[in-house]
């Protein structure tokens, strides 16, 4: 292994934007460390991109048409085995690829953002050793990330990483880290000029990430009534939905205390910019607004890791569940009327908050493998970090 500038492949895919997210902050944190040799592998899509994009297909459909069978499914594979046939099948596609870029790359170590986890089976097939680490990006854990080969796991929460080491990975090999988000999201940002001077400071401000997955249903339901009300002002960021951004311009352009944007660049700014968010719940968005110290409204989370999302989040303290917009509206209004429960949310919070997770788990990752300090095989050789197959 380069104890001087290690060689660092990350794997993610292209089934919503949070893999792809993920490994670009753990990219960014690299290179502020002097690392740049960071290559990001999108391997099903590399691999087998008419089955990706088949399968993507299916994902975003189920997502949109099918919700419950999604849930269904996602549920009863929740504590798959990792030894299981249908598991060596998911975890088979795109090995040839793979074992062709690790010729070319010649990488130290290898990064899960997604848990598609060729390496492992390839690593049996041809005797290669590098090490492995999963960055889970949810707030739940699903059987597919758990496999024995895997060196390091880094997890969202305290509680996510007693679950993991209640399914049997051992607790040395499992850090709370939260989930890493852009590096932007650690600093404070000046105010946007081009929104501050449209906002009321006399308001509420409401960013509401309307472009979730196509459309967000009851969207004008839910706008309508903030807008109504006198209290609230709403920011709309519709992302790459142009017409859905048309739409809502065309209808509430003319109200003083609304905005709408399409894909916005600095979200970090945006989210710093308001007093509570009202989204879907996929990790990625719920890691900045936990960052940003955002109250959380979450709508109609889809069956699945979402929806687990969403009701561990409530569970603690810090996030509303709502199915309609009327339930919803209510939530944000109820919420902002009482002083003490703002305080009390504000302050769960600032529990769950973990800052500068991309950075906490490069530095873990530099420390373990690749320090001057450290030696070379100290943590795969060490006899205590072995992971009996049968604990998962």
């Known amino acids: 292994m380069n104890s001087i500038s290690p060689k660092i492949m990350v794997l993610y895919a292209s089934y919503g934007d949070g893999h792809y997210q993920a490994s670009k902050a753990i990219e960014a944190s690299f290179h502020q460390k002097g ?6 592998l999108d391997l099903m899509a590399m691999a087998h991109p008419v089955i990706n994009g088949l399968t993507k297909f299916v994902y975003m459909q189920s997502f949109r048409t099918l919700p419950a069978v999604y849930g269904w499914v996602y549920n009863v594979t929740k504590d798959m085995q990792p030894d299981t046939p249908f598991s060596n099948i998911l975890h088979s596609f795109g090995m040839r690829k793979l074992a062709q870029m690790i010729t070319d790359h010649e990488p130290d170590l290898i990064i899960h953002t997604f848990p598609q986890l060729v390496m492992p089976k390839l690593m049996k097939k041809t005797g290669l050793s590098l090490p492995l680490v999963n960055i ?3 707030f739940d854990l699903h059987g597919r990330w758990i496999h024995p080969e895997v060196d390091r796991y880094y997890v969202a929460t305290d509680d ?7 399914r049997g990975i051992p607790e040395h090999r499992v850090l709370a880290t939260g989930i890493p988000i852009k590096p932007d999201f650690e600093r404070t940002h000046e105010p946007d000029p081009q929104i501050t001077e449209k906002l009321d400071s006399g308001k509420k401000t409401v960013l509401l990430m309307a472009g979730a997955y196509g459309v ?3 969207i004008r339901d839910i706008i309508q009534p903030l807008l109504d009300s006198g209290e609230f002002q709403v920011i709309a960021a519709c992302g790459k939905n142009i017409e859905l951004q048309r739409i ?5 352009g003319d109200r003083p205390n609304f905005q709408v944007f399409g894909f916005v660049n600095e979200v970090a700014r945006l989210m710093q910019t308001c007093d509570c968010i009202i989204t879907k719940p996929g990790g990625i968005t719920l890691s900045e607004s936990l960052a940003s110290r955002l109250p959380m409204f979450l709508y109609r989370p889809v069956p699945g890791q979402e929806l687990n999302n969403a009701l561990y989040l409530e569970s603690k303290g810090i996030a509303s569940v709502a199915y309609t917009p ?3 509206v209510q939530q944000v209004k109820e919420l902002f009327a009482a002083e003490d429960k703002l305080t009390d949310r504000q302050e769960k919070i600032e529990l ?6 991309a ?19 100290s943590v795969l050789a060490d006899a205590d970090l072995a992971f009996p197959v049968g604990a998962v």
């Open 326 to 328: 009327s339930v919803l």
């Open 216 to 218: 967000m249903q009851g």
């Open 359 to 377: 950075e906490v788990i490069v530095n873990d990752i530099l420390e373990q493998w690749f320090s001057a300090d450290t030696e070379e095989t």
């Open 136 to 138: 889970v990006t949810d």
């Open 35 to 40: 690392i740049h040799n960071v290559i990001l």
């Open 352 to 357: 769950l908050r973990r800052p500068n997770s």
């Open 248 to 252: 809502l311009q065309e209808q509430y």
């Open 160 to 166: 996510l990483r007693l679950e993991a080491v209640s």
